[in-house]
């Protein structure tokens, strides 16, 4: 009797396992159809974020770097940390500089 079940049950498992192969298979086939459409979407998403590939809002041109080379309408283009950094050491520096003088000035 327990070889007949353990039989059986390796039979269940091969069955399963041959369903399982085949779901594998037609879930891979589909995706596989699938694949260039979605990744040509994350390579076009991706791409739109980056400003050279911005279209101008007016006349619909590819921009470059963020200005357009047909009518010259500018976009607001992110910064990146760098600058960001900068532009803070700068601003800190004039508002220093600004102290310094507004205290020059009052103890005059
Ligand atoms: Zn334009």
Redesign the pocket.
């Known amino acids: 009797m327990s070889k007949q079940t353990r039989q059986q049950k390796k039979e269940e498992e091969k069955r399963i396992i041959a369903e399982m192969e085949e779901a594998l298979r037609e879930t891979k086939g589909e995706s596989g159809a699938q694949q260039p459409d979605s990744e040509e979407k994350v390579r076009k998403s991706v791409y739109a974020t980056e400003p050279e590939k911005i279209h101008?809002?007016?006349?619909?041109?590819l921009?470059e770097n963020g200005v357009?080379?047909?009518?010259?309408?500018k976009m607001y283009v992110p910064m990146d940390e760098k600058k960001r950094n900068k532009i803070r050491f700068i601003a800190a520096i004039v508002l220093v500089v600004i102290g310094v003088i507004v205290f020059a000035i009052s103890k005059m």
């Open positions: 101008c809002r007016r006349c619909k041109t921009m357009c080379p047909t009518c010259g309408y």
